[in-house]
């Protein structure tokens, strides 16, 4: 199982917020690329990024700063989202040397979107299914949707998505643990694999998604807690290693 380190992008600077909520920020660094650094060096075999202000306007706002880092770390898979809207935007990130391209708002507001980008990019396209209470959150999770998350993960496999990024909305940024239940009870619901999102703190998360990774549940993506300090990124990816079988990115 892999641990993905979190670098999400206001501004050009990275930043955390909580539950989604673009004024409760707290800044970790304005050069994301010194960042990614810190993260390469601790073992990160994959990056998730996230344009925040792209997912607000709905356009990307912070590609410049993903380039950079795409750049920077050739061999390093970097998977993004936030703000992508169009063919267009997924291209570009890809020409940039992103592996793959996470689709949120769009995927839920228009499905058929998410067929049309996996035809056009196979082993590229990721959907982001942001779910409360078991329904889907749009908009920059301005907006609860009223569309189960197991559904959609299961529509979104059809077409051909690589990966469920999950994330708990009501845990991200919150430091009170992952959703463990709910994650296990989407990896179930399909056969693609599931990277679970929202509240991973410290080594009992990481013990409790590898406890039951077989479910399918390929990765964990930690934000706050490793730039807080109540993860240690390299120790968790070594846990994770020991317990779940080494993974590659």
Not at 50 to 72: H, I, M, S, T, Y
Request: aromatic share 4%.
């Amino acid at each position: 199982m892999l641990v993905i380190p979190a670098i999400d992008l206001k501004d050009g600077r990275c930043v955390r917020l909580r539950q989604g909520r673009m004024e409760d920020e707290t800044v970790f660094g304005d050069n994301p690329v010194e960042v990614a650094q810190r993260w390469v060096d601790a073992g990160a075999r994959r990056l998730h990024m996230v344009d925040l202000n792209g997912a607000f306007e709905g356009k990307p706002v912070n590609a410049q700063a993903v380039r950079a880092v795409a750049e920077a770390f050739p061999d390093l898979p970097i998977q993004v989202g936030g703000g992508i809207r169009d063919e267009e935007t997924v291209q570009a990130y890809l020409d940039a040397g992103v592996q793959y391209v996470i689709i949120g708002t769009k995927a839920v507001s228009a499905p058929h979107f998410v067929n049309d980008l996996c035809v056009e990019f196979p082993g590229h396209i990721i959907v982001g299914l942001d779910a409360k209470d078991g329904k889907v959150a749009i908009d920059g999770w301005s907006k609860l949707s009223h569309h189960s998350a197991i559904d959609m993960a299961q529509r979104f496999e059809q077409d051909g998505v690589e990966a469920i990024v999950f994330t708990d909305i009501g845990r991200d940024g919150m430091m009170s643990g992952v959703n463990v239940d709910s994650t296990v009870e989407l990896a179930q619901a399909i056969h693609i694999p599931v990277i679970a999102s929202g509240g991973i703190t410290n080594m009992d998360d990481i013990r409790a998604l590898c406890g039951v990774s077989e479910e399918g549940i390929m990765g964990a993506i930690t934000g706050r807690a490793i730039y807080e300090g109540s993860l240690e990124l390299a120790a968790a990816q070594q846990l994770a290693d020991e317990l779940c079988g080494d993974a590659a990115g």
